[in-house]
């Protein structure tokens, strides 16, 4: 299995800032994901994170919120921009290994937004 | 689109018996898989199990099994001999194994767990 580690685990952000957050996987993946777990809820699928090209962004999430890079096979980079409390959730990365049909998840981020 | 359906906000066992957590779907897509991961208070999310629309067999990893009944779209998670260890929240998933949702997992709204000594 994958392993995925997420930087920071945490962090408190003041309103109007933004935070990137950093996913790294200690191998190469075709498929990287990026979800949100509000408080108290379910996870969402943020976005698809294309190696080489733009993410793919799913309803209700775009670019300029949470702009997206991937340079390589095992990194990637998801940023909160212009944060207001609503954005306070738990982030997380996510791989999928097709060839075992198994799918990892990061640590998770953990943001709250004052 | 694809749909999970966890209809017990809580569930409770005793230490070492086993419990069923309930979970239905409905998908029109004919490849597909499902998993069950197990969220503790941590907030990482662990993977547990995962069964594809064309395995024959329902899946096992050790305590846990998949009671996976195609034609009444339910996807359900035992748990056997449960441990302390086991109280968390359970999200059942499902991933669509083709077309430009490849890859992409849709979520239960979950089930919280609490093991009793």
């Known amino acids: 299995s994958a392993v995925i580690s997420q930087k920071p685990s945490r962090d408190i952000c003041q309103r109007g800032t933004s935070l990137t957050i950093q996913c790294q996987v200690d191998s190469q993946v075709t498929m990287m994901f990026w979800y949100r777990q509000q408080p108290g809820q379910s996870l969402t699928l943020i976005a698809t994170?294309?190696?080489?090209?733009?993410?793919?962004?799913e309803s209700g999430f775009v670019i300029d919120k949470f702009p997206i890079s991937r340079p390589n096979l095992t990194f990637s980079t998801l940023t909160v921009s212009n944060m207001s409390p609503e954005d306070s959730s738990i982030y997380l990365c996510?791989?999928?290994?097709?060839?075992?049909?198994?799918?990892?998840f990061g640590p998770g981020t953990r943001l709250t937004v004052t | 689109a694809q749909k999970i359906t966890q209809t017990q906000p809580g569930m409770f066992v005793q230490e070492k018996e086993a419990v069923t957590l309930d979970c239905t779907y409905d998908?029109?897509?004919?490849?597909?898989?499902l998993f069950w991961y197990k969220q503790p208070s941590s907030g990482e999310m662990i993977f547990l199990i995962y069964q594809g629309s064309y395995d024959q067999q329902n899946a096992t990893e050790g305590r846990y099994s998949l009671n996976f009944q195609k034609a009444r779209k339910s996807a359900n998670l035992v748990i056997s001999a449960s441990q302390l260890g086991d109280s968390a929240m359970y999200f059942c998933a499902i991933i669509n194994a083709g077309g430009t949702s490849y890859g992409k997992l849709t979520f239960g709204q979950g089930t919280i767990l609490t093991v009793h000594p």
């Open positions: 994170a294309n190696q080489g090209s733009e993410a793919t962004y």
């Open positions: 996510s791989v999928w290994n097709i060839e075992v049909h198994e799918q990892y």
């Open positions: 998908t029109s897509d004919p490849s597909y898989g």
